[in-house]
Every structure is written in C-alpha cells, then in structure tokens.
C-alpha cells in the first residue's frame, strides 16, 4: 500500500489577515493620464478637484491595483 502524503490546510498555508477581492483595475500611466485628462474637461469645480487629487494619488501607485 502506498502512503499517502499528509494533507495540508489552506490555513495553516495562508495568513488570517488575507482576503479575497476582485480587481477591477491595474494602475497604470495611461489610466492616470485619463483620470487627469477627465479633470481637465470637468466643468463642476469640486469634481474637477476630486478627480485631479486622485490622479495625484493613484499617480503614486503605479504598477498597483485597484480592488472592490
């Protein structure tokens, strides 16, 4: 009879703290570029603020993604 190997567990194999998501979107130069290019054509002041703040913060992320 063969042995048979000992089975290991998804949790003793992944940390407690990890969870699953779903990308939505890989960060990349071009979709920061279209983030800043939708400020520049915004017409509503505070959307336009919004949108050039986040284009500054996913600016610092590239290569990154974004997640729901």
Request: glycine share 2%.
């Amino acid at each position: 009879m063969a042995k048979r190997k000992p089975q290991i567990k998804k949790e003793e194999v992944v940390p407690s703290n990890v969870r699953k998501v779903v990308v939505s979107q890989e960060i990349t130069s071009d979709f920061v570029l279209e983030i800043y290019e939708k400020a520049k054509r915004a017409r509503n002041k505070q959307r336009r603020d919004d949108l050039y703040k986040a284009a500054e913060v996913l600016s610092k992320h590239i290569g990154k993604y974004l997640v729901d």
